[in-house]
């Protein structure tokens, strides 16, 4: 009988890694002399340290935020970003800042700074001391806001160039220009240039207003400035 049980141990001893954990609780151990019957304990998914065995485990998610290994039913009871569920796991992962509330970005009286830098692969956003800088992945959107409300008027859109306040100080230019066109020739309607449209608004049973272009005047005498259309 002894040598029967060990037998069975060094059988069992090569067999049981090779079975899932399910199939090791469903084998019948009872009765097996010398042998404590029972299956090793199944790993908890805290166990795992990597994204690939985590969601290689059942009921086991990876939360990329944490860096951790939870169950499934404790990512989404959990503030969890970045959430792999199933192989392949992602190379790398970006997380995520959200702000709830007012966000205030200033200067520090002694140091300065309270500057923005903003940039991905195909766009940048530049807000500091010396320029404003917007460079856009696709369209560029810029609206005032609708308001409600009888003799209400909308918001206004204002684009203003700086002025030189000091003595021969020159005014900054404005510059408004369509995208260009890259075409072959001797091929018709290939690689059309931007239109530039500017219109007045339209009014709804009301009086619509004027579009307006105007040369810079003078105060002193240096003559006006003429209007080239």
């Known amino acids: 009988m002894a040598t029967r049980s060990t037998g069975l141990l060094l059988v069992l001893s090569y067999a049981l890694p090779l079975v899932t954990w399910a199939e090791c609780e469903s084998l019948d151990l009872d009765g ?10 199944e790993p908890a998914c805290d166990d795992y340290l990597d994204c690939g065995s985590c969601v290689a485990a059942e009921a086991c998610a990876w939360c990329a935020s944490d860096q951790r290994c939870l169950e499934v039913s404790a990512i989404f009871t959990r503030e969890c970003h970045g959430t ?11 997380p995520e800042t959200r702000v709830v509330g007012d966000f205030i970005l200033e200067p520090d009286g002694l140091f300065g700074g309270g500057q ?15 320029i404003i800088k917007l460079g856009s ?25 700086g002025s030189g ?4 100080g020159g005014g900054g230019d404005m510059s408004f220009s369509a995208g260009s ?20 608004g339209a009014a ?4 619509a207003n004027l579009f307006w272009v105007s040369a810079g005047t003078s105060e002193g005498p240096v003559s006006e400035a003429p209007m080239i259309i």
Do not use: M
Not at 116 to 130: N, R
Not at 140 to 149: H, I, M, T
Not at 165 to 168: A, R, T
């Open 165 to 168: 306040d000091e003595l021969q």
């Open 137 to 161: 992945a696709s369209d560029v959107s810029v609206a005032a806001g609708e308001v409600e409300g009888v003799n209400a008027a909308g918001g206004a859109l204002i684009l203003e160039a």
């Open 84 to 94: 792999t569920f199933d192989a392949p796991c992602p190379t790398t992962w970006v």
């Open 32 to 41: 097996v002399s010398g042998l404590e019957a029972s299956c090793p304990k």
């Open 181 to 200: 066109g890259a075409g072959y020739r001797f091929v018709e309607k290939n690689g059309v240039a931007g239109t530039v449209q500017v219109a007045g």
């Open 204 to 207: 709804f049973w009301g009086d």
């Open 116 to 130: 923005l830098h903003s940039s991905g692969t195909a766009f940048e956003l530049v807000v500091s001391d010396e």
